[in-house]
């Protein structure tokens, strides 16, 4: 049986951050099929674990898939997990316990909660078994790349536009931050942020990441076509926009068999004396690196830095080392070590002749995820940067997902990654030197908490305390 690959109820953005945050890339169904064949077909007893005769809600068909599921994400964990003695968990144990417990499950939802213990014995983030029923709900009929121009968040459980890009679609309709995204296509906010923690219920702290992300997909369309928008004003009175999906903006940057990414970086001086850049995504590796040491040659003269890495999912890992070596003048330094079965990396620091020396900010939010926590969360325990804005959700791992023979997914994380100060940052996230979430009546106002922190800092001397 063919195993396809690809993350489910999640932007094409998100697919990059999962899947090539090290370049990894898989080619057809590999070990994965395998896993597949190897699992025998079950034989059915008269009775369960429990004494009880197996129930008639499931057909021999659908036991037998379950069966192959549970195969399937036993033997990739066996077989990737990046710590062959999983932290000293019997793991076969876990097979031998769990499996004549799936052979006798009573109904699709109690096979996939035994799927679902043996990853959580595991104790790490970034492994789900994600249900094949929150597909249709998950998936946008007529999605596209196309972009209307508005960034969300989440504030407070409502989907809150953070920003609206000039020229887009969303500026010319008079769509103002602060307002609220109540329906998309005609779908309630309220059905994707649910289906979301559903699907995502167990992979810890991620749930308002993918949650954002999710209503940010319904955002999109094909190029040139109508997305119908209903918000809540300022004054939370009903507004109805008929919106253009439109080209997005950014330079085009194609990755192996990854979808396209639009990268956007921005360099501006807040002021005579801040500079400013922020990176939407870590693609486009050598437009990119080029235009920030010019940023970094353009800034002598500027009393401080910041670096906006807000809604940045991550991306190619290589560019944190490169950018983080215009930062530091030291040789030696890293930013951390990934592990994986195959080995180690260690995200070593390439110092510049003329690195920047400078105070340097670096904000950061919820969906700031694996490149960008990993470049933050090392230069913080360096000592070198102050975050700014709120805690990043702690999804530094690369993982991949992988369609179950019951119809389910299952994603699966396949190192894991020490920051240089000695801890984790998968699950636990970088925490902000200055808390500064975003707050509806700021972005109704035109504020930014965070910036405005970093610049106060900056211009104050940026002394640590």
């Known amino acids: 049986m063919n195993t396809t690959i690809r993350p489910v109820g999640a932007p094409m953005i998100i697919r990059a ?27 059915r007893t008269d009775s369960g674990p429990d004494g009880k005769p197996p129930t008639p809600g499931l057909s021999p068909d659908q036991t037998a898939k379950n069966v192959e599921s549970f195969e399937v994400v036993w033997k990739t964990v066996r077989d990737s997990f990046y710590d062959p003695k999983f932290g000293g968990l019997d793991w076969q144990a876990v097979h031998d316990e769990l499996r004549p417990k799936v052979e006798h499950a009573r109904s699709n939802a109690e096979a996939r909660d035994l799927m679902a213990q043996a990853i959580d014995r595991l104790g790490q983030s970034h492994f789900a078994i994600i249900p094949s029923e929150l597909e249709p709900t998950l998936d946008k009929p007529g999605d596209g790349p196309g972009e209307v121009g508005l960034d969300v968040r989440l504030i407070d459980g409502k989907v809150v536009v953070s920003s609206v890009r000039e020229g887009s679609s969303a500026a010319e309709a008079g769509v103002k931050p602060g307002w609220v995204v109540v329906k998309v296509a005609g ?15 167990r992979s810890r702290g991620l749930v308002p990441a993918y949650q954002a992300h999710t209503v940010a997909r319904w955002l999109r369309g094909r190029v040139g076509a109508a997305v119908g928008i209903d918000f809540l004003d300022g ?22 068999h990854l979808p396209t990414m639009h ?51 991550g991306g190619l890992g290589v560019m944190s080392m490169a950018m983080g070596g215009w ?53 913080k325990d360096l000592g070198r940067v102050r975050i700014f804005g709120t805690r990043t959700p702690g999804a530094a791992l690369p993982s991949l997902v992988v369609a179950l023979p019951n119809g389910d997914r299952f994603q699966y994380a396949i190192g ?50």
Not at 237 to 247: D, I, M, V
Not at 287 to 312: H, K, M, P, T, Y
Not at 328 to 333: A, E, H, I, R, T
Request: proline share 8%; aromatic share 6%; net charge neutral.
């Open 235 to 256: 004054k939370d009175r009903p507004e109805h926009r008929e919106l253009t999906a439109c080209e997005p903006g950014g330079v085009a940057a194609q990755f192996g």
């Open 17 to 43: 951050a999962l899947v090539a945050l090290f370049l990894v890339e898989v080619a057809g169904a590999g070990s994965l099929a395998a896993a597949q064949e190897a699992a025998a077909p079950p034989a």
């Open 327 to 379: 930062l530091v003048k030291k040789p030696g330094l890293k930013l951390g070590t990934m592990t994986m079965r195959t080995g180690t990396l260690n995200f070593m620091l390439i110092p510049r002749p003329r690195a920047f020396e400078k105070p340097v900010a670096i904000l950061v939010d919820e969906l700031s995820m694996s490149t960008s926590e990993i470049l933050a969360g090392g230069l």
């Open 263 to 313: 990268v956007r970086f921005e360099a501006r001086r807040i002021g005579r004396t801040v500079a400013y850049a922020s990176l939407n995504v870590f693609f486009d590796p050598a437009g990119v690196i080029r235009q920030f040491g010019e940023l970094i040659e353009a800034s002598r003269d500027a009393d401080g830095l910041i670096l906006d890495l807000r809604g940045n999912p």
């Open 187 to 201: 779908k309630p906010v309220e059905e994707l942020l649910d289906a979301v923690a559903r699907a995502y219920a």
């Open 416 to 465: 894991n990654y020490i920051s240089v100060g000695g801890k984790p940052l998968e699950g636990i996230g970088v925490v902000p030197d200055v808390e500064a979430p975003p707050t509806r009546a700021a972005l109704l106002e035109g504020r930014d908490p965070a910036l405005e922190a970093a610049v106060r800092w900056i211009r104050a001397g940026g002394a640590r305390p």
